[in-house]
């Protein structure tokens, strides 16, 4: 692996999620809140949402790690804003298979800035990394 | 020390990652392994594997010589006065837990004290924690000073006469401070209280002499020494042990078996019930073989020497805070400023540089310094001041990735 290889992990958009963060910060009030870490790295993330009508009306985040966390968590709130549950466990869905490399059909669903994540399946150390903030929402949206 | 000559004898360094020359910067996680030391394994399962201990046939006779010749081999290394002060386990976390559970809960009672350290390992706070609870023991730790060394009047504070066990690292896997065993020995005992060691960090970077550090445990893995992951040694003294009621039951440790009823075998045998882990402890008297050939000392003088040039080329850069005191075990816990560890440790591996990033089994410790995570360059004999060059030019390299473009 070149140097140059680690573009394809930290791709412009990724970086300018990481240097600015979208949805930072938590809901006050009633609000689900997940609390969850990556044990064997320290990363860790509060995320709040609020669940209307079956319709995830807002999510923020909180949380420290590295840059593929953060950027994965701020794009991650970006993109199920607005959508109905099912839709938000569905990406997740979606975004697993795409840390492992398979081939996703992504009909109806716009991944938007997440497409540029791709390129950490190629680094295995790090899916872990990108897939904290999508297990978390789950975790929340599902009650477990 | 001709390094040289001993990088001939790690295959596994003679080789290209991600197109760069192989720079292992991560034996504080788990030490590469010398051609002796492979070759005494493979020997072993090629020519004469059998169990120990039992049966008359001959490759069953040599296993055992080797397997009880490994254990000689360890006592003299870390100068015990008889191998049945010598316990094989499967690494220092085992050999802690064995204490914990077989002598703490034996020994402690409510208003007991355990005393430990805020820069332990993970395991050696967890089983101390456990004992705590089960037997209503109090946790206490000895307070840290700024530069995450401790002082021999807190450790006296700290002591008290409801202190019963002491546990503390002989060296810092975060911060490579190195404790003062001896003298924490004497006011453990002073107090009447034991004192375990934790030498996971210790036993393969320095001499090590049980009866002159005078404690009464020492626990260290092999596979930070050169040998094979999976086996370990817990040293006791003779008089401890012989009173610690086992904590594994099962083949090899018994004497006789009734069916109500049964009594176990001699030290040390009576702690290691099963089969045992014979081709790890011949590669641990390999490794041993192998370190003692070169000298604990010369290996010692030689990390000093490597660790006082990593420090003068890391603290003359830019943005990096580094962790820990001046005087130091040959590791350099650091984070670049603005820039999370795993990206950095992404960084130097596509430069063919391995380090450790992350909380390194000492969350405790994280807190104590207010980061959730550090990057970690440590070395052992087989490193150079040509891989403390490779690794600074990487740290520039990832600066200006992240400080470039973004």
Known sequence: ?144 | MDVKAIREQFPILNQEVNGHPFVYLDSSATSQKPIQVIEAVDTYYRSYNSNVHRGVHTLGTKATTAYEGAREKVRRFIHASSSAEIIFTRGTTTAINTVATSYARANLKAGDEIVITPMEHHSNIIPWQQAAKATGATLKYIPLQEDGTIRLEDVRKTITKQTKVVAMTHVSNVLGTINPIQEVASIAHEHGAVLLVDGAQGAPHMKVDVQELNCDFYAFSGHKMGAPTGIGVLYGKKELLENMEPVEFGGEMIDFVNLYDSTWKELPWKFEGGTPIIAGAIGLGAAIDFLEDIGMDNITKREEKLAQYAMQKMQAMDDISIYGPEHRAALITFNLNDVHPHDTATVLDAEGIAVRAGHHCAQPLMRWLNVTATARASFYLYNTEEDVDRLVAGLQKTKEYFGNGF
Request: proline share 2%; with cysteine.
């Open chain 1, 1 to 144: 692996m070149a140097f140059n290889n680690l573009d394809t992990l930290y791709r412009q958009v990724i970086m300018d999620h990481y240097k600015n963060p979208r949805n930072k910060g938590r809901i006050d009030g009633d609000a689900l809140t997940v609390d969850m870490n990556n044990p064997t790295c320290g990363d860790r993330i509060q995320l709040t949402m609020q669940v209307e009508d079956g319709i995830v009306k807002e999510a923020k985040f909180e949380g420290e790690g590295c840059s593929i966390s953060m950027a994965s968590a701020s794009m991650m709130t970006q993109a199920i804003k607005g959508l109905e549950v099912e839709k938000a466990i569905k990406m997740s869905h979606i975004f697993s298979k795409m840390m492992l490399g398979e081939d996703v059909d992504t009909e109806g669903v716009d991944l938007g800035d997440i497409e540029a994540l791709q390129g950490v399946s190629k680094f295995p150390a790090r899916i872990k990394c990108a897939t904290l903030s999508w297990k978390a929402m789950e975790k929340g949206v599902k009650g477990e």
